[in-house]
């Protein structure tokens, strides 16, 4: 058997020292389909920004031997500014970063490859639209897009079929069969329990602490649904703070 290609070892990340995953282990294994799951809160999205590095453990470790070049990472829309003056094919060629470096030039083949991507996604013909005339699943197409220029082995997706229309959702996810058919390990987090149990084979069900990992008809049970949702009206917000490891 291959080698897991992420392992989380005791993981525990917090704010403010308030934890928002505590002393989570398991693996996920290359070329895995992994949705996380769980009630608003849970600390989703909190595991894949330390997953990337972008949050640092209070306690145990995130282990892998990945660049930070061999990660592609959606976050929710939320968090991006659409209001920057940037066209959609410039959008799509910041994928292109791995090759081109921070400050290269961009070549005529990214280009080719970025309007490739962009006809994949069904935008062609919107290279020069501005990012915010598009509409909520147009501009989620557009960072699929970027995805798909980036070819990178780990894609990070947080939320990446909220506040869309239904058809390009369908779309969407042809896109991430696609690249669980390539190989590729995929993690997403999920609110549509639905989706999670018609396309993802494993399923990471967390409620700040682990309720279940492994294959989604198992993990999705009704008896850890409801273990679930019992942690999270349990959760006290303004409970004492944790004190660091010694």
Known sequence: MSAPVIRLDNLTVSYDRHPAVHHLSGTFEPGSLTAIAGPNGAGKSTLLKAIMGELRPAEGRVEHRLQRTDFGYLPQAAEINRRFPISVLDTVLLGSWRSAGAFGRIAKQDAACARDALATVGLEGFEKRHIGSLSAGQFQRVLFARLLLQDARIILLDEPFTAIDARTTRDLLDIVVRWHGDGRTVIAVLHDFEQVRAHFPETLLLARRLIGWGPTQ????????????AMAERWDEDAEACEPAA
């Open 218 to 229: 198992e993990v999705m049970s009704s008896a850890n649904l409801l273990q679930a949702r």
